[in-house]
């Protein structure tokens, strides 16, 4: 039995995962001007990225990482703590060209606090995933030309995009407040 192939060259866009990496991002608050810490109670941190730059086999980034801290003070009073630290790296990568565009997962993987006397040590492991569509060129079989003859089509298609936006509530609590600790 002869066959017939006929090939055709497609393009095909793909998310293709370029650096993963690990940055520490560290700082240290003075908390003698609100009582000392006695006590941690918990601790959280999330992190944003504001700026992610392709360069040359390296992305450069920016961003801040907001820690969230609730303690006893010197006289065991309950406290809040919010704190943003501000981060840049340039993350190494082979596979990143200057004329991508980036995008980028962050989270937090792992927060670390001590203290000592009147000072806080936060550390937040941040961990990054870049990543760019990318098109490629594939050659596909689109006919065979043979006795038995079974055909089936597939289209599939990805669409990215990006927007920032800014969510804002007030709310009356009918009760007199004191104190926000976290928000």
């Known amino acids: 039995m002869a066959f017939d192939i ?3 060259v497609v393009k095909n866009d793909c998310v293709m995962e370029l650096v993963h990496s690990q940055l520490v991002v560290t700082c240290t608050i003075n908390t003698a001007e609100r009582g000392g810490v006695s006590k941690v109670l918990g601790v959280s941190a999330d992190a944003k990225l504001f700026s ?3 360069l040359g086999g390296e992305a450069k980034l920016s961003g801040k990482v907001n820690y969230k801290i609730l303690y006893l ?5 309950l406290s809040g703590l919010d704190y943003f630290t501000d981060f840049s790296d340039a993350l190494a990568g082979e596979k990143i060209l200057a ?7 962050i989270s937090i993987i792992d927060v670390d606090i001590s203290v000592a006397s009147d000072e806080i040590t ?16 594939f050659k596909t079989v689109t006919d065979i030309n043979a006795e038995y003859d079974i055909s089936e089509e597939k289209i599939s298609r990805v669409q990215m995009s990006e927007s920032s936006f800014e969510v804002c509530e007030e709310i009356e609590s009918g009760v007199n407040i004191d104190k926000v600790l976290l928000y």
Do not use: H
């Open 6 to 8: 006929k090939y055709e």
């Open 52 to 54: 992610l730059e392709a």
């Open 122 to 137: 936060l550390s937040a492991v941040c961990d990054f995933v870049i990543s760019s569509v990318i098109t490629g060129e």
């Open 73 to 77: 003070d010197g006289e065991g009073k």
């Open 99 to 105: 004329s991508y565009k980036l995008s980028a997962q």
